[in-house]
């Protein structure tokens, strides 16, 4: 089972990501293909890259594919868009 809901919309996916989800449920995971987020409400929630200290989600961010990376759970819901390019 998957942290997150997800709704497939042409070009990009919704995926909400709950407050409620463990934090052990965040793991390290590498992408198939280059991605691009963006958030849809602000959130104390973090990003952090392979060998990268961890950021704020805050304006769209670059994900390379076959780079580890990982969420760090805030408070609250965490709602992005996601382009795969």
Known sequence: ??????QIKGNY???????????DEFV????RE???IE??????WMFQLENKLP???SESL???KG??????KGTGNLKVKIYKL
């Open 55 to 57: 950021i704020n989600i």
């Open 62 to 64: 670059f994900i390379p």
């Open 1 to 6: 089972m998957r942290p997150y809901t997800e």
């Open 34 to 36: 280059d991605r691009v």
């Open 67 to 72: 780079v580890y990376h990982r969420l760090i």
């Open 13 to 23: 996916s919704i995926r909400e990501f709950t407050q409620t989800t463990p934090e």
């Open 28 to 31: 390290w995971h590498r992408d």
């Open 39 to 44: 958030t849809l409400k602000t959130t104390d």
